[in-house]
């Protein structure tokens, strides 16, 4: 994700908070997107489970 994205981002996630959201709801935010965010990476370089081997150990 380029510089220009991620700022761009932020300003969209700043725009949707309400006025009461606090730093915890903003970093709440930026954590959740970072973790979708590797999550896509893993799965674009093949660094995943596949679902059957995950159905196999459980």
Same mark, same amino acid.
């Given at each position: 994700?380029?510089?220009?994205?991620?700022?761009?981002?932020?300003?969209?996630?700043?725009?949707?908070?309400?006025?009461? /959201?606090?730093?915890?709801? @903003?970093?709440? =935010?930026?954590? !959740?997107?970072?973790?979708? /965010?590797?999550?896509?990476? @893993?799965?674009? =370089?093949?660094? !995943?489970?596949?679902?059957?081997?995950?159905?196999?150990?459980?």
């Amino acid at each position: 994700m380029n510089t220009n994205t991620i700022k761009s981002e932020l300003h969209a996630i700043a725009e949707r908070l309400p006025n009461e /959201a606090s730093y915890d709801d @903003a970093m709440y =935010e930026l954590y !959740v997107r970072k973790k979708i /965010a590797d999550g896509k990476k @893993a799965a674009d =370089e093949g660094k !995943v489970i596949p679902h059957s081997e995950v159905k196999r150990r459980y």
